[in-house]
């Protein structure tokens, strides 16, 4: 596939650009020269998003009217913006479902871009590497969500999909390496299963919010995208350099200490989601650069400050 730069500088709108990766989102476009109006759900978001150079809209993703206001005032849209409430985690993908269908309609027949967010997981279970191609059969979850949005290029939008990896990352934040590191550091310790051999998939933020950007500007309709660097970082190797840059002891964990200690996260430890992004670099002209994983691993969890604020307050 050749890829085509295009450059129309468009209006924006944005859902979630005060988040981990909307703040690098909405820096990227307006560096692009695009005009950004960003959803903003308080007065002290709308200052951020005043100071970053966006145009805030008050409201929140429970305002379908706003948000098809928004987008139908815009040229495309970015929706970032999810409830992490999983202990409501039906009702949040509702609600996003809500908001997907909104922005959708809004643009229905107008060929103007609409980019939403998912995930990596949602091509869980291939029993190979999964590419931009693989689909659940019957979505659910945040799936159905992707699947939504996906619809709506037979709507008249050029609708496509950002699948973001489960170690989303910088310096503070590494995402499922972050919730691994504050076990490690409540516990006094961490472990692996089994041979530890199964793999994450990961992604600096930068990298990922210059994959929205581009899929924005010349993202094709029906496309999913995924936003992977490293296809592949076994656990067994995250977890000891968590164990080993906070000077904790590494174990091997049998099924029942597994479920134990890491709870409600234990399937996803035990889970491998080996992802390609050889598709979406290739079709994008997207090529992430930055500092993996690993590195910013050791670099959070070699300041003090950021260990301190993994401890959880005892009783």
Not at 62 to 84: E, P, Q, R, Y
Not at 151 to 159: E, K
Not at 256 to 266: C, L, Q, R, S
């Amino acid at each position: 596939m050749k890829f085509k730069k295009k450059a129309l500088i468009m209006k924006v709108f944005v859902t979630g650009g005060n988040g981990f990766i909307g703040q690098v989102v909405v820096k990227t476009l307006i560096e692009h020269g695009h005009e950004v109006l960003a959803l903003a759900h308080s007065d002290h978001s709308a200052q951020q998003l005043t100071q970053a150079g966006a145009t805030p809209v008050k409201g929140s993703l429970d305002d379908l009217d706003g948000l098809s206001t928004a987008a139908k005032s815009s040229d495309g849209v970015i929706h970032l913006a999810f409830t992490n409430d999983f202990n409501h985690y039906d009702e949040a993908v509702a609600k996003d479902m809500a908001a997907v269908k909104a922005l959708g309609d809004a643009l229905a027949n107008t060929d103007k871009p609409l980019v939403n967010t998912s995930g990596t997981l949602m091509a869980v279970g291939m029993g190979r590497t999964a590419t931009e191609q693989d689909h659940m059969a019957h979505p659910v979850g945040r799936a159905a969500s992707e699947a939504l949005a996906l619809s709506y290029a037979q709507q008249g939008v050029r609708a496509s999909v950002v699948r973001l990896a489960p170690t989303v990352h910088d310096i503070q934040r590494q995402g499922f390496g972050s919730i691994l590191a504050q076990m490690a550091v409540n516990h006094g310790k961490i472990g692996y299963v089994g041979d530890g051999a199964n793999v994450w998939p990961s992604v600096h933020r930068n990298d990922a919010a210059q994959l929205f950007v581009a899929a924005l500007e010349n993202g094709e309709a029906g496309a999913t995208y995924n936003a992977v660097a490293e296809e592949g970082v076994p656990v067994k190797t995250i977890v000891e350099t968590i164990g080993n840059t906070l000077r904790v002891p590494v174990e091997h964990f049998d099924e029942e200490t597994a479920k134990a200690y890491f709870g409600w996260f234990e399937p996803t430890v035990v889970g491998s989601n080996p992802t390609s992004s050889t598709w979406t670099q290739a079709a994008l002209d997207w090529h992430p650069h930055e500092t993996g994983l690993l590195d910013d691993l050791k670099t959070c969890l070699s300041t003090p400050a950021n260990v301190a604020a993994l401890q959880q307050p005892r009783n």
